[in-house]
Nanobody, 123 residues
């Protein structure tokens, strides 16, 4: 499966933004999906994940971020609210073959990655 992330941009602190990740070339429902981000000079970090069925999610910050998937459109979204300057990063979507029921929260658990979309939050 191939992943294409989109929806990044320049926003102000307190704004909301929704990222999308479109999958192609595979059976989308066979994969857990995750979002990670990497800020300049920092390591890639976990943001959110959703199970293959959509029934299980995991978050680094559940108060501001919401992940959802639409299997009909082979798409996963990340809704980000109350954005802060420290949310500035390149956001990556990733896929993990659902060989187990729980979703991964570390980058090494995902073997398919999109190209990333830049989110810049100004103060």
């Amino acid at each position: 499966v191939q992943l294409q992330a989109s929806g990044g941009g320049l926003v102000q602190a307190g704004d909301s933004l929704r990222l999308s990740c479109a999958a192609s070339g595979g059976t989308f429902s066979n994969y857990h999906m995750g979002w990670f981000r990497q800020a300049p000079g920092k390591e890639r970090e976990f943001v959110a994940a959703v199970s293959w069925s959509g029934g299980s999610t995991a978050y680094a910050d559940p108060s501001r971020f919401t992940i959802s998937r639409a299997d009909v459109r082979n798409t996963v979204h990340l809704q980000m609210n109350s954005l802060k300057p420290e949310d500035t990063a390149v956001y990556y979507c990733a896929a993990q073959l659902a060989t187990r029921t729980w979703v991964g929260t570390t980058s090494r658990e995902y073997n398919i990655w999109g190209q990333g979309t830049l989110v810049t939050v100004s103060s």
